[in-house]
């Protein structure tokens, strides 16, 4: 438990610092192209405009570093005193001050966040822009000058003993070495950590006094991956087989190192040949002299030759550094496959990365299996969840309207994935239970959303169902009204469930405040709250739309005593997982009594309107007014 709560901690920062990093890459490469360009030894030397380099890294990066920064912590206030404090590393120093300005930017943010949470509701009508203004401006100033003596010349030290260590690294031909770090920290998502904190800020130094840095090519080199996705066309089996060729070009030309990701969980000896990859490669580099002179992001082979010096020599070394990292990596990779035993459960394996990542992945989807049209004469469509009570409950509700709407004839149920019917003919899902759903009725057309709220994928759904689908409007009324047959219960919602203003350092501790509400109100047992911990997280009860409804796992219905929901308004926002969530509904669900509410409160959340009403709302009665109303 501890070295996963250390893992996890470092994911964050490492998450932190990306984007931080990420937000701003277009600057870099601009200052990448006119480096290339227009230096002494670029492509078109000119004097005049390469006068635009040195400011480019020493003052535009750091600031916008430290702005986002600064925002990331506190919005748009938090980037203004994070961009200011910044300015005083950046003066301090005669370095590029990336790293000064990662710890300036959130200090700033976070220093102005504390005031104005000291200072609110203290501040006279009529006061407001004049306080939040000189604020600002004095705290942004005094944290400028500390920076100015204290933080730009400590980070001057230890960038300098970093330097001197790359450098002594380089001396002693060790620099290939670093793989064994980078290529296994790549895959467990720590990599930005390394990337982003220390690789960078050291390659910009290096780049303004040699041209050009090898450490920018240490984790961007798309190599290792390549040869591991390359091994898998020839050698893997199944599904991994068939969906490697198309990841293989995701990877090397589009620069998406995560997608190789799951064919390293699925068999992970494969971790070998990362790393005697990444290591080949990077002596290559060192042997023929190879380096970047602009940061390569992502890390497509596209982005590396562009951020190449604009000579031949450095074009054959990094190409060759390269092609050498995927030639070891697919001869050990092959190796690997073709001696052991293979799996193919390539969505477990897609499942276990987004988990290690900490958050939902961008390439998750892409591993998730392919089928065919949606059946003929739809009858019955069963949204699912791992309790059934919450997420799918909601997802039912707005898609049972849109089903009303458009005069079809289709029952639309909601369940947990234990109880999904033998005759279901369209399963939707979160994306992460897709694969369980699909285990459990393989015969059924599967659908996966990661926004329950406003998923487009609704209505794709209800064009194709209204092109191949007879109405009985008379049987559908009579269905609806038979599944709406619940006991309705106004008392559900009450005005000392719903909690206004409420600012939480976590998700888990969000969570926990919803289910202490519920125990308190005598909904649940005090072990429920354990169970709603481990529903989040084992898929997220982010709902899309700044929404979340925690709620507890299948096993915990048996601690529900009755049913009951808290609304608890977040203004500022809590993350859930790298979502920002603003609303979050507590829910605890006795025999369906809860249903026709959480329908009432999905269908007003489904517009944004809706939302932003009730994240301002002044009162309970306010809130709940909105919900009532839709």
Known sequence: MAQSNIKIAVQKFGNFLSSMVMPNIGAFIAWGLITALFIPTGFFPNE???????????????????????????????????????????VGSDIPMFLGAMIM?????????????????????????????????ILGGILAILAFLGVSPAVDGFTGALVVGVDWMVAHGLLPLTSILIEPAKILFLNNAINH??????????????????LLLLETNPGPGLGILLAYCFFGKGTAKQSAPGAAIIHFIGGIHEIYFPYVLMRPLLIIAAILGGMSGVFTFVLLGGGLQAVASPGSILAILAATPGNAGSYVANISGVLVAAIVSFIVGSL???????????????????????????????????????????????????AGMGSSAMGASLLRKKVKQADLNISVTNTAISNIPSDAQIVITQEELTPRAQNKVPDAYHISVDNFLSSPEYDKLIDQLKNDHTTSKAEEEKRVSTENNTDSNDGLLKEENVFLNQHFSSKEEAIRFAGSVLVKGGYVEENYVEAMIDRDNMTSTYMGNDVAIPHGTEEAKKNVLRSGFTVIQVPEGVDFDGEKVRLIFGIAGKDGTHLEILSGIAITCSDM?????????KSAKELMAIIQCN
């Open 197 to 214: 904190g220390i690789l960078s800020p050291i390659g910009a130094e290096q780049i303004r006094t040699n041209g050009q840095s090898i």
């Open 609 to 617: 309107d809706n939302i932003e009403k009730m994240v301002h709302a």
């Open 105 to 137: 930017g959130p200090l700033g943010g976070y220093i102005i966040k504390k005031f104005d949470q000291f200072i609110e509701g203290k501040v006279k009508t009529g006061f407001e822009m004049l306080i939040n203004n000189f604020s600002a401006g």
């Open 48 to 90: 005049s405009l390469a006068k635009l380099v040195d400011p480019m890294v020493k003052y535009l990066l750091p600031l916008l570093i430290g702005y986002t920064g600064g925002k990331l912590v506190h919005d748009q206030r938090g980037g203004v005193v994070g961009a200011i404090a910044t300015m005083g590393v950046i």
């Open 336 to 386: 690997i496959l073709k001696t052991g035993k293979q799996t193919d459960d390539l969505d477990e394996a897609a499942r276990k990365m987004q988990e290690m990542k900490g958050k939902k992945s961008s390439v998750a989807g892409s591993f998730t299996k392919q089928q065919g049209e949606v059946p003929a004469s739809v009858q019955k469509i069963v949204f699912a969840c791992d």
